[in-house]
């Protein structure tokens, strides 16, 4: 397989791991061009290829924001190096928003509040307040403060840690230094920093004057602006701040969001607007339509609207799910569209074998950015919309979600078009590729001899989530299977030794230094020891991603014990496969892949060879800390008074226990509300451990 292929997978079909390992090799290859363009004034690509570099990175963020990168390219502008920053751990995490894109979206969303909360639920005539404000397209950054002046400033990076940009926050006008009434101890004031239209447009008329590149957009440009190491820099670019949320706080801060936002401006803030306080669904869009219609006069770019729940201590019991609060969702502004010929369509292989068929365009601009790939999807669509090989589509984008083919202009097509074949052997290897019943996907069926697979199982084994072994990008890792010097994961933990036997060792070669060579093997020593959770996840067993290796983990604390049950789950029968079932999000499905992956012996051997070479430690739960119910199993049954069985499920997850649907003698806790049947009397005859729905609220402490 070529370098071209993973790149023309559309971003929407990538796994974390692929786009993990895109976004680096992505931030990889856009850094050499900058620095070539930037430093040494010799352009390596063309505009057009270049912003096709650019937003493929930012598409593929947008479809996966926890895997945006520290040297994120969309982050920075030229080749500010984003090691000059020192790093700040975040003391609450920087959640991003999920997505509406339509009014159903906005209704769906109302009602998952309105039936997660009891007393919503309970009484469909009380109100729920939203407050509605523009989405500012900028970037995010964690202002804190410490009796009542600004000690810290930090980006939201990967959400857990950002980089230190106090200086550079310092010189910007709408932060205030010291705030101008009472305020807690310590705030954490959250917030966008952005550019205005007029001074995006001043900027690159100077930069045009001066023979110099032209910024893309003022997103981008903020965020450069903000990433430079000389603060003076900063200054010159007169951004803004507004502030919209808050991290760590010494005291409560309001009880609703409006609240909130008039003590945001009593301290010296600008907030977003124009902000609205919404009773319902039908509110709620009304203040968007006003919003989009009136959006071309905003001085700033908004990429739509967010809606929150007014009231903080509903918030607060929402809580979140992965990485968005179930309080807040961003409405998205639709796609832009643009016409333009579709020159070719190629098929990408990934690391479990689906062809993906991606369309690769004659480059347009559409809102402002130049597009060169378009996803097809997967068989089905191409033949639904009949899309042929020199067709003029349509094109859109959302947003910064990937593009999409939308249509086909059929007044404009060749006289000579054929449909297009979707192929039946993998392109890469040349076995059979065969689509099982139900499945949208045409899979390759070489497996292991499928090099294209190889070397995406190997990217994901090395990704961020996974091993994490930086300097091992998807042209590294390419580079050493072509060489045969790595084939399977243990290779990755031999290639120092074999190196050191090589008749030509790997510095000198062409594209490899000394230093690079050396950071690549301590990076990878460094990861000889590794968590269970991020074992089980690099293994790159289908429908295990992060959350579900985590809950493996969590579950059988050792990869001794995991295996052990695996083997024993073998017989569908046994009562090994029983619990393995029981995990809450684990069905059927997920077991057959998982079980599936266990028996393979050529996968034991994997298993063994690396264990061999490294340590894989017991799962230690840290999102949790030490509560009372970490890695505790709970079962909820009959029905509760305070909280909706959502609500209670969210909370007891948030505090490290698991929730199974069945009790057995694994269960720790049964929660026994009104009604409760069978599972209580079943947990009396175990002896198990029986709360009231009190006393659990009280092990809680809700
Ligand atoms: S609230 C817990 N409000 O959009 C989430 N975010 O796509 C706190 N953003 O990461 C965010 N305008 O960078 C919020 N009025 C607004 C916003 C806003 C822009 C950004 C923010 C966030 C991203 C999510």
Redesign the pocket.
């Known amino acids: 397989m070529t370098d071209e292929t993973l790149r023309d997978k559309p971003a929407d079909s990538l796994s974390e791991a692929e786009a993990e390992a895109e976004l680096a090799a992505l931030a990889a290859e856009i850094a050499a061009h900058d620095e070539a363009y930037f430093q040494h004034d010799a352009p390596s690509v063309s505009d057009a290829e270049y912003d096709a570099l650019r937003l493929r990175n930012q598409a593929i963020e947008a479809l996966f924001?926890a895997l945006k990168r520290d040297d994120s390219p969309s982050e920075r502008v030229g080749a500010a190096p984003s090691s000059g920053f020192g790093k700040v751990q975040h003391a609450v995490p920087?959640?991003?928003?999920a997505?509406a894109f339509d009014d159903q979206d906005v209704e769906d969303f109302v009602a998952s509040v309105r039936s997660f909360i009891k007393e919503l639920r309970d009484d469909p005539d009380m109100p729920i307040a939203f407050m509605a404000?523009?989405?500012?397209?900028?970037?995010?950054c964690s202002l804190r403060y410490e009796n009542g002046r600004l000690a810290q400033a930090a980006t939201?990076g990967d959400g857990r840690e950002g980089e230190d940009v106090t200086a550079n926050i310092r010189t910007l006008k709408d932060v205030p230094e010291q705030l101008s009434a009472e305020a807690p101890s310590v705030l954490e004031v959250?917030g966008?920093v952005y550019m205005l239209h007029s001074d995006f447009a001043a900027l690159n008329k100077d930069r045009e004057g001066a023979g110099l590149p032209l910024y893309i957009n003022p997103r981008n440009t903020a965020a450069g602006s903000l990433r430079q190491l000389d603060p003076t820099i900063t200054a010159e670019r007169n951004l803004k701040f507004?502030a919209?949320?808050w991290g760590e706080v010494s005291e409560p801060i309001a009880a609703t969001m409006a609240e909130f936002r008039d003590k945001l401006r009593r301290w010296g803030f600008q907030t977003?607007e124009p902000a609205r306080l919404c009773q319902s669904a039908q509110e709620m869009l009304a203040h968007y339509r006003t919003i989009a219609e009136t959006r071309v006069d905003l001085p700033f770019d908004i990429d739509g609207v967010?809606y929150?729940v007014d009231r903080i201590d509903w918030q607060d019991r929402l809580g979140?799910v992965s990485r968005?609060?179930r309080w807040?969702i961003?409405h998205k502004f639709p796609a832009e569209q643009a016409q333009t010929r579709l020159e070719k369509i190629t098929i990408q292989v990934g690391r479990t074998g689906a062809l993906t068929p991606v369309a690769n365009l004659e480059p347009i601009t559409v809102g402002g950015v130049v597009v060169a790939r378009a996803t097809l999807h997967n068989q089905d669509e191409i033949a639904r919309k009949d899309i042929r090989e020199g067709d003029m589509v349509v094109i859109q984008r959302a947003g910064d979600v990937i593009p999409q083919v939308v249509s086909v202009v059929l007044d404009q097509r060749p006289a000579d078009s054929k449909p297009f074949v979707f192929p039946d052997h993998c392109p890469e290897c040349g076995s059979l590729a065969i689509r099982e019943a139900g499945e949208a996907a045409t899979r390759c069926t070489g497996g292991l001899i499928c090099p294209a697979q190889a070397v995406e199982r190997l990217r994901h084994f090395v990704s961020r989530d996974a091993f994490d072994i930086e300097g091992l990008g998807y042209k590294q890792i390419k580079y050493f299977f072509d060489e045969k010097m790595i084939a399977s994961p243990g290779d990755i933990f031999r290639l120092a030794q074999t190196d050191e036997a090589a008749e030509e060792p790997l510095s000198g070669r062409k594209g490899w230094g000394e230093t690079s060579v050396s950071n690549l093997f301590a990076a990878i020593e460094a990861r000889r020891t590794i968590g269970l959770d991020r074992f089980v996840y690099a293994l790159g067993i289908r429908q295990v991603g992060e959350a579900t290796a985590r809950l493996l983990a969590r579950t059988y604390g050792t990869l001794d014990a995991l295996g052990e049950a695996m083997d024993a789950a073998q017989d569908r029968e046994s009562e090994a496969y029983a619990s393995l079932i029981d995990i809450d999000q684990i069905g059927p499905s997920v077991a057959d892949d998982l079980l599936g992956f266990f028996a393979e012996p050529h996968n034991r051997e994997i298993l063994r060879d690396l264990t061999d070479q490294i340590t894989v430690e017991p799962f230690i739960g840290t999102d949790a800390g030490d509560s009372e119910i970490s890695g505790k199993t709970v079962v909820f049954t009959g029905s509760l008074e305070q909280m909706t069985r959502s609500e209670a499920k969210a909370r007891a997850e948030s505090l490290g226990a698991k929730v199974a649907g069945s009790v057995s003698k694994k269960t720790d806790y049964v929660v026994v509300g009104a009604d409760a049947g069978s599972k209580a009397k079943k947990a009396q005859e175990l002896g198990l451990t029986t709360l009231t729905e009190a006393e659990w609220l009280a092990l809680v402490g809700a």
């Open positions: 924001p920087m959640l991003s928003l997505n404000e523009p989405k500012i397209d900028g970037l995010s939201r959250r966008e507004f919209y949320a977003n967010v929150k979140a968005h609060p807040a961003a």
